[in-house]
């Protein structure tokens, strides 16, 4: 029988592997996260962090083993779907991905203007974004010329500005300084208390400690703390 | 969203002007050189079809049929399917015409004891029914009747002529779509080229949710926008050439009242859709290999 916890679960694992030839990236990881959790997901580089959030947006298709993203299973989901579930997303990269041809307001327009919202919309959107992430004044800055901290802003302003359910963050504060990594962690609680799920891979103990929100460990390719809370 | 799609259309040219530009020259060269088959053919044809109306079959008559069959002989030919009417050019009239044509040598001919000249008709042909087949059918039919000696038609070379021209018409529709696919395979490999320039930022795009056809969208754009500029400059070309190559030939070379003339607007249509065919064509083929990936 389903109970109440798994019924809130937004995101589902169920024995997931994922391997690259012989190579194990991911082994039997079973997973639920649940509606407006904020979940670190821990462990030493190398561990499988990244791995991990790729598999949720399919940025990489499991090799064994189910996902289920709010009720949707990845393994069945058509070519021309896959779009339409990464919308659920909003995805903080590593290397921020920005595009570096294109202003920071059109970096964040871009989102907005891919699941057709109209002009005037995306202009008032973007604008209140960017004001959220204090890059009101860079908005025309083209993402070569910021800082770490600045790009990193602009990427979090990307994902928080289609409003959607879940966000992923891959280090977000990894290469930040300690004022700029807390101005970023703030953003990203902001964005949770309005009723986001957010999943930090993260392996800053410091960050995780102030925070206080659940933490489940990778260690080579395992989780190594229970699947459920 | 079209506007959103334009724009990024006109950015990658501006990007990537030089690339651009060598397509749109290719294009202009390949529908350039399609479409001056297209002008041969055409005027050819009309060329063709001009001769045709002069057409006429001489019969000659036997020596030995009397004046009193002539009338006779006139409603037969006059009879037969194709022929709008049939004059009698006695042997006398015939020698008369012949005298008028040779002045300067009538010395040649007046030594002659005998008219050697036949009497003779002229068969002229309605010109509808001016095919070939059907003026060789009419000569045969004619030329099985008892009292007639020969029958020629001088144009016969132009039936020659004619299927030379088909043969040219075939290389054309070959020639014609060699280019199409050069085209295609240009358009194809500029597009591919700034789809590599831009591979992050595709890739970026979809990572974020984009769907396929908006990142698509816009390259369409630019293919047409490149396809269409190619296939007016080419033809552009080919008018002022024909212009110029015109007003000198016309009055020296063609037959009195046959005028060369440009593509008519249907075939000139044609060309500029078929060279927008060619870039959307070639944006599919490298978008559908691309985005596979």
């Not at chain 1, 995306?122 to 009101?136: F, I, S, Y």
Request: contains cysteine; hydrophobic residues 45%.
């Amino acid at each position: 029988m389903i109970g109440e916890k798994e019924k809130n679960a937004i995101i589902r694992l169920f024995h997931v592997y994922r391997h690259y030839g012989s190579k194990n990236a991911l082994i039997d990881i079973t997973l639920d996260v649940f509606k407006n959790e904020f979940l670190f997901i821990s462990g030493p580089s190398g561990a499988g962090k990244t791995t991990l959030l790729k598999l949720l947006y399919l940025g990489e298709p499991v090799s064994d083993g189910q996902i289920l993203i709010d009720g949707m299973n990845l393994s069945r989901i058509s070519r021309n779907r896959i779009p339409y579930l990464r919308r659920n997303f909003g995805i903080v990269f590593q290397d921020y991905k920005l595009i570096k041809t294109k202003t920071v307001y059109e970096n964040v327009a871009i989102v907005l203007e891919a699941s057709g919202v109209k002009r005037r919309m995306v202009q008032k959107k973007v604008n209140h974004v960017l004001r959220t992430v204090g890059m009101e004044q860079r908005h025309s800055a083209f993402p070569p010329s910021l800082s770490g901290g600045e790009q990193q802003r602009v990427a979090i302003a990307r994902a928080i500005v289609g409003d959607p359910k879940i966000i992923l963050a891959d280090e977000p504060t990894g290469s930040l300084d300690s004022e700029s990594a807390s101005f970023i962690f703030n953003l990203l609680k902001g964005v949770h208390t309005r009723g986001a799920t957010v999943i930090i891979a993260t392996h800053d103990k410091e960050l995780i400690k102030k925070t206080g929100g659940r933490v489940v460990y990778l260690s080579s390719g395992r989780l190594e703390t229970s699947p459920y809370v | 969203m079209i506007r959103l799609f334009y724009k990024r259309a006109i950015q990658d040219i501006r990007e990537n002007r030089f690339l651009n530009t060598v397509t749109i020259i290719t294009i202009a060269l390949s529908i350039l050189i399609v479409s001056v088959f297209a002008l041969f053919f055409i005027n050819t044809n009309d060329l063709i079809n001009h001769w045709k109306k002069g057409i006429r079959v001489v019969v000659y008559l036997k020596t030995n049929t009397s004046e009193a069959m002539i009338p006779d002989i006139k409603k037969k030919f006059e009879e037969m399917y194709g022929v709008s009417e049939a004059v009698f050019i006695s042997k006398e009239e015939a020698l008369e015409q012949l005298k008028r044509q040779i002045k300067s040598q009538i010395s040649l001919l007046e030594d002659l004891k005998e008219n050697p000249l036949p009497d003779a008709f002229e068969v002229r042909m309605i010109p509808s029914s001016q095919s070939w087949e059907k003026v060789e059918t009419l000569s045969d039919k004619i030329e099985s009747l008892p009292y007639v000696d020969d029958v020629e038609y001088g144009e016969k070379w132009l039936g020659r002529f004619t299927n030379i021209v088909n043969l040219f018409r075939l290389t054309g529709y070959g020639v014609g779509g060699l280019f199409f696919m050069a085209a295609v395979f240009i358009v194809a490999n500029t597009i591919r080229l700034v789809l590599y320039s831009r591979r992050e930022e595709i890739e970026i795009m979809r990572l974020i949710g984009a769907a396929d056809s908006f990142i698509k969208f816009p390259f369409y754009i630019q293919s047409l926008i490149q396809s269409t500029l190619g296939g007016i400059l080419g033809l552009g070309i080919l008018f002022i050439a024909f212009t110029i190559i015109a007003s000198n030939v016309e009055h020296g070379f063609l037959p009195g009242s046959f005028q060369i003339r440009f593509l008519p607007p249907a075939v000139f249509f044609s060309i500029v859709i078929s060279s927008m065919l060619v870039g959307w064509l070639g944006c599919y083929l490298s978008l559908k290999q691309f985005l596979r990936i």
